[in-house]
């Protein structure tokens, strides 16, 4: 029955376990009484009960009206479902620290990194001028502080003018 239409179970528990009739079905489940007609036959059909409900319908439908008025709970389902509560809230509240910090992480990182691009920038261009020139004809590198990273880039003797280059960015 789990794998059968809802609706059409509904129908089918309702006329058969509570014993309300086709119209009763159709108020409770906002259906026409033809639709409750259609459900009930095809849960039937798929039960394979006999609407002329001969012995072997009988004794499946008293078979399932058992089962279904049967079912009783576990006597230790609440502490069952507090604890399965408790283990959620240990997990997410897991995830959540684990997120604080991963999401602190990544900002560090991607600092960490640039910095790192930064320094080894600077270290090439100590050492290569062609280098120092094509990062300092980037815009970028320009607009947010020239003299900053002609500082940064180039040997001290061309930024301040005492070596045997002369620097055109002064």
């Known amino acids: 029955m789990e794998t059968m239409e809802p ?3 509904n129908a089918f528990k309702l006329f058969y376990f509570e014993g309300l009739s086709e119209e009763e079905i159709g108020d409770v489940l906002n259906m026409s009484q ?6 009930l036959a095809y849960v039937c059909g798929e039960l394979k009960i006999d609407s002329s409900m001969d012995e072997e319908s009988e004794a499946k439908i008293k ?7 049967s079912a009783e ?18 997990n997410f509240a897991s995830f959540m620290e684990k997120y604080e910090k991963n999401k602190i ?8 990194l640039a910095a790192g691009l930064f320094f080894v920038t600077i270290l090439l261009g100590r050492n290569n001028p062609v280098f120092a020139e094509s990062v300092l004809s980037y815009p970028y590198s320009t607009s947010c502080s020239p003299r900053f990273f002609k500082a940064l880039t180039l040997s001290p003797a061309v930024v301040y003018g005492g070596g045997e280059r002369s620097c055109k960015y002064d």
């Open 105 to 112: 992480r990544k900002h560090l990182g991607l600092l960490i």
């Open 7 to 9: 609706s059409a179970v």
């Open 34 to 39: 033809k639709e409750v007609c259609n459900k």
């Open 63 to 69: 078979e399932l009206v058992d089962i279904y008025e």
């Open 73 to 90: 709970l576990p006597e230790d389902l609440e502490e069952a479902v507090h604890s399965a509560i408790r283990r959620e809230e240990e």
